[in-house]
């Protein structure tokens, strides 16, 4: 399974949600049966279900804990309100802070450099530049972060 499509999925996935009020489940699967289709060689069907199961657990956590990783993002956007951020850079710096602030299985840097890249997939030409400085700052004080 490749983490950066799974990463981007669950970005789309988000996007769904916040657009289409849909639930998790919902939005994953139709972000995963567009990708599957689109693209037979990435996602074979043995790893279709073990690709789901990981999107899946990153949307619901990234979504269970939106109020509050909104909150840490809202102190680290200088001159920017998280709500009136791009909908693409909101999902891509909340599933960012997720994965560094409320889940050990990938160290910090390879988040904000998956983070990177995905918003340069995505996004506009600055927004890798955006949220490499959003998270670089969050990174250094990220001890302090999940100590509270």
């Not at 999107?55 to 109020?67: D, F, H, I, P, R």
């Not at 909104?70 to 998280?82: I, R």
């Not at 998956?114 to 996004?123: L, N, P, R, S």
């Not at 949220?131 to 001890?143: A, S, T």
């Amino acid at each position: 399974m490749k983490r950066r499509l799974a990463r981007e999925i669950t970005v789309q996935s988000l996007y769904q949600m916040e657009m289409n009020g849909v639930e998790a489940e919902e939005a994953v699967a139709m972000v995963l049966t567009e990708v599957k289709e689109d693209n037979e060689t990435e996602i074979e069907i043995r790893n279709f279900t073990e690709m789901n199961t990981y999107v899946l657990s990153l949307v619901q956590g990234t979504w269970a804990n939106k109020e509050r990783i909104d909150q840490l993002l809202s102190e680290y956007l200088k001159g920017w309100q998280v709500e009136r951020l791009s909908r693409v850079d909101r999902q891509i710096l909340r599933l960012a802070c997720f994965e560094m602030v409320f889940s050990d299985d990938v160290p910090p840097k390879v988040v904000v450099n998956e983070a990177i890249d995905v918003a340069k997939h995505f996004g506009t030409d600055e927004s890798g530049k955006f949220v490499n400085g959003v998270l670089g700052k969050m990174i250094r004080e990220l001890e302090q972060i999940k100590a509270n």
